[in-house]
């Protein structure tokens, strides 16, 4: 009788245990599939007149491929340190996307961004690489690859329109410091006048933690010759990337992937301030990244200036405080990098500074928050 009891209490709790469980899961898919408050979907049908396109980013991708096959999703470099599912191909580790290819991006706006990949996978006028000289070279995460806004609109195009200069965008989405002095290593050429490294801060010092942890960007780190040479491996890296896409739109690793990278972004959001342990370690870290990445442009005649961009919940928060921006600064003083803060520049002088993020909630940079930037940027740089 005792052990039809224990058994009884068993089985209702793990009823109770499933149904809890399933609740969850499925409030966390709704989430991710459809994560557009309604009063965002009503504010921007009121401003525009159009639908907001509330469709995932996979809806997207299967909804354009079929009129036409040279379509992809971006892929950021950084998904294969975190799907550890995924073993990358040709051993090559991709620094960019697909080349010539419509790339979908994302949506904070009401509307997914997309751009014309260039020969090695940014988002550039394939143009922009056979113009003899360059007046800005830009590394940077997903503020510099133009999360959410079409050209003309990100940070490149808008230096393009100021300066009337070749512009070298070679930024991506999910790059840390490491990823992106790979990314520099890589793809630097001779005749840039600047090199311009756009650092956020609300990720980047976790994500070079987690980019550190790579057998292969390491070898950037410990050996200054080490290259992949990936100029001339073009095929491969668009071989990797359209695998890694097969992989990930597969039912179940989607399904997967999805539940995943919902707690990866809220970890990512809510860690920055929890990183005060082994704080030595990682700025050590990053020092020696930015140093080597200042010593590659002085190399190739470039002048380097580092930019700060500051984050929505520095504004969203009346007790945000970063744990890393006092000793971010002081390193790169410590290394002569002119150091533009774009929020003593841009965000201070303006009454309302949530208004320049998208719906004053989301993480990247409207239409005008990117301009202001930019134009903060082009000010500074070309005095």
């Keep these: 009788m005792k052990l039809i009891k224990t058994y009884s209490i068993i089985i209702v709790c793990s009823v109770i245990l499933s149904v809890f469980l399933f609740i969850v899961f499925k409030l966390v898919i709704e989430k991710k599939l459809n994560p557009y408050p309604s009063d965002i979907i009503q504010e ?4 525009t007149g159009n639908e907001f396109d509330k469709r995932p980013r996979f809806k997207v991708y299967e909804d354009l491929i079929k ?10 470099p950084e998904s294969y340190l975190i799907n550890l599912n995924y073993k990358i191909k040709n051993n090559v580790f991709p620094l960019s996307g697909v080349s010539n290819v419509l790339t979908i991006n994302c949506n904070e706006n009401g509307y997914y961004s997309t751009y014309k990949s260039d020969r090695y996978g940014f988002n550039n006028p394939d143009k922009e690489w056979d113009k003899k000289n360059i007046e800005y070279l830009l590394i940077g995460d997903s503020m510099v690859h133009g999360f959410c806004v079409n050209r003309p609109n990100d940070i490149a195009s808008v230096l393009r329109n100021l300066s009337n200069k070749g512009i070298l965008n070679l930024g991506y989405g999910g790059n840390g410091p490491l990823l992106e002095y790979a990314t520099l290593k890589e793809y630097i050429r001779p005749n840039v006048k600047n090199v311009v490294w756009v650092y956020y801060e609300d990720n980047d010092i976790n994500n070079l933690k987690k980019e550190l942890k790579s057998k292969i960007l390491n070898q950037y780190l410990v050996n200054y010759n080490f290259t ?4 001339y491996k073009q095929n491969k890296v668009n071989f990797t990337v359209k695998d890694y896409l097969n992989f990930h739109y597969n039912k179940i690793i989607k399904l997967y992937n999805s539940i995943k990278q919902i707690f990866v972004n809220l970890i990512n959001r809510n860690s920055i301030n929890k990183e005060a342990k082994n704080k030595s370690e990682i700025l050590n870290k990053f020092s020696n990244v930015l140093n080597l990445a200042k010593t590659i442009s002085v190399e190739n005649n470039s002048n380097f200036y580092f ?3 500051p984050g929505i919940n520095r504004y969203k928060n009346t007790d945000y405080k970063n744990v890393f921006y ?3 600064k002081k390193i790169v003083e410590g290394l002569e990098i002119p150091f533009i803060d774009i929020d003593k520049e841009v965000f201070q002088k303006e ?4 208004k320049l993020f998208p719906f004053e909630r989301y993480h990247h940079y409207t239409v005008e928050g990117f301009r202001k930037v930019t134009e903060s940027i082009f000010r500074v740089v070309s005095k």
């Design 44 to 47: 921007y049908k009121n401003k």
């Design 67 to 76: 009129d036409n096959p040279n379509v992809m999703v971006s892929v950021p």
């Design 228 to 231: 992949q040479d990936l100029k």
């Design 307 to 309: 930019v700060y961009l």
């Design 326 to 328: 006092k000793d971010v």
């Design 351 to 354: 009454v309302r500074p949530l």
